[in-house]
């Protein structure tokens, strides 16, 4: 019976003594395993006599039973341990300030159109916006475009299955919702997305338009260049800047000039595409009917269009 007490004293001092989960088990198995102290014990109680045999083996399941309880115990005890050191090592400090979202930009276009918008503002120009989604009235027709204009031609566009509404091709029809809606003198521009059907190396279906308005009394083709060439002056940020313009046809514009621009000091002239993320493509000056004005002359409309 002293073996017993042994036994178990020796045990719950080692189980104690263990901070290690596979120590734990190698200690277990010194005890209760297939060949441990107490195991020995119970194989070895046939040698008892009879009388003996049921008081020694309840002593040693007993020993047994308190044995694994201590273990289990341990193991909980190993198992809290490591849970506590992986917190305290992967701790989050909520003192610390937040990560934050890094800060973006505007894309070159937007703020291209942007800038656009200010300098124009600058001259006493307003923004005008209308819808992307027109009819075919406001988009052609009302511009002098009826249904067989050679100048439709140019301007296949993407129509919806009503037959009547289509992706604008141009902003002329804020144009024409603006004089709805105005008398003059009006002095606008007309920025937005525009959408074509040409698609090849130098098109995209939808690109942006600036076009500009000025409805006064004695306004001329001068007006518009000075406003152009300051316009350039002023994007560009340059003083040296030279303007020319030179007659083009355009079937929906009379009379119709493209710009040249040349700074620098340079024998050389950039037309179309000379400017990045800007491109100058259609400078034209158009005699537009529209409300008389107070004193009932019919005043004359200046029509510009950038960034193609």
């Known amino acids: 019976m002293q073996d017993v007490d042994a036994i178990v004293k020796d045990a719950l001092a080692a189980f104690a003594s263990i901070d290690d989960a596979v120590e734990l088990e190698r ?25 003996e045999r049921p008081a020694f083996g309840s002593r040693v399941n007993a020993a047994k039973e308190k044995l694994e309880a201590a273990l289990a ?76 204009h050679p100048a439709r031609s140019m301007h296949d566009t993407f129509y ?32 937005g997305r525009v959408y074509r059907r040409d698609y090849d190396a130098t098109h995209s279906p939808m690109f942006h338009q600036v076009e500009g308005m000025w409805l006064d009394e004695r306004i001329t083709f001068a007006d518009l260049k000075g406003v152009l060439k300051e316009f350039m002056r002023k994007f560009l940020e ?34 179309p595409g000379w400017c990045i993320p800007t491109c100058s493509r259609t400078w034209a000056s158009k005699p537009r009917s529209s409300r008389a004005s107070p004193s009932g002359s019919a005043p004359t409309g200046s029509r510009c269009c950038v960034m193609e």
């Open 238 to 271: 340059r003083d040296d800047v030279q303007v020319r313009f030179r007659p083009s046809f355009f079937p929906f514009t009379e009379p119709s000039a493209e710009i040249d621009v040349s700074f620098g000091g340079g024998s050389s002239w950039a037309g």
């Open 27 to 51: 200690a277990k198995a010194c005890y209760l395993g297939k060949s441990g102290a107490l195991t020995q014990l119970l194989k070895g109680l046939g040698k008892l006599p009879a009388a």
């Open 73 to 148: 115990e341990q193991r909980d005890r190993i198992q809290s341990r490591a849970l506590e050191a992986s917190l305290r090592q992967e701790a989050l400090d909520v003192t610390l300030p937040g990560r934050g979202l890094a800060v973006g930009g505007l894309h070159p276009v937007t703020r291209t159109m942007e800038r656009i918008e200010a300098l124009f503002r600058s001259m006493g120009f307003e923004v005008a916006d209308g819808p992307e989604i027109e009819t075919d009235y406001y988009n052609f027709t009302a511009l002098n475009q009826p249904e067989n």
């Open 160 to 191: 919806l299955t009503d037959g009547t509404h289509l992706l604008r091709t141009h902003t002329s029809p804020i144009q024409i919702r603006y004089l709805e809606r105005h008398r003059p003198p009006v002095k606008i521009i007309a920025p």
